[in-house]
């Protein structure tokens, strides 16, 4: 029986469930602000709902990052050279993060700073999904779950308004976040269960090693 070499740290997939509820509830609170207020809350970032909203939104990214660098950093011996560019491209995504977080929670959203943020982001997601693809590593629908939110976040945002154009403005402008959000909450419980799974696996194969002496010792 072989058994898997490199096993998670127990934190890192509720870190993943973490970012993914973050950014579920970044929807909810542009959603709920619409439904009172006919607007989007992007408008009026300055509200103390604008201003906790956009802490939510930058700590999501800041989760999700850590995430990507934790899983290359796990799994750093059995990935290829890809893991560079994971690590290179989660770390810049990761400072960009904070410093929106830091930003937007005590003074204001500096331009630019989570557009590159949000971009490096889904490259490393898509380069760390194409490593573990090739290694074998996680379940097989999280490996392409990596390389689906890399690649189709963005697009979600520009094609849901249109296809969803019945609805109101403020219910389709965050709205492509929600199902990543559901995606990241799906991967960190699957990736929680594999480990535990690991874990178990690993009991059992030493079970044996360890009730022989038992029982001689019984029967002597």
Known sequence: MQLQKT???KPVPMIGVLGGTLLAIHYFLHLAYGVQTGKILWDDMGSPLGVIDGSLFTAAFATIDLTLIALAMAY???LNGLKFGVLFFGIVALLGAMT???AVTFW????YVMPIACLTMFISAILLGIATLKARLLPTWVRFGLMAFG???APLGFALPKVLSMLP???TFEMHF???GLLWIAMGLAMALQRRKQLQAIKDYYAPAYQEPATRISQS
Request: glycine letters at 4%; aromatic letters at 18%; charged letters at 5%.
């Open 151 to 153: 690649l189709f976040t």
């Open 100 to 102: 929106g977080f830091v």
């Open 178 to 180: 929600l199902p990543s």
């Open 76 to 78: 750093y011996r059995q």
């Open 169 to 171: 403005t403020y219910a």
């Open 7 to 9: 096993i998670l740290s």
């Open 108 to 111: 204001h959203m500096i331009p």
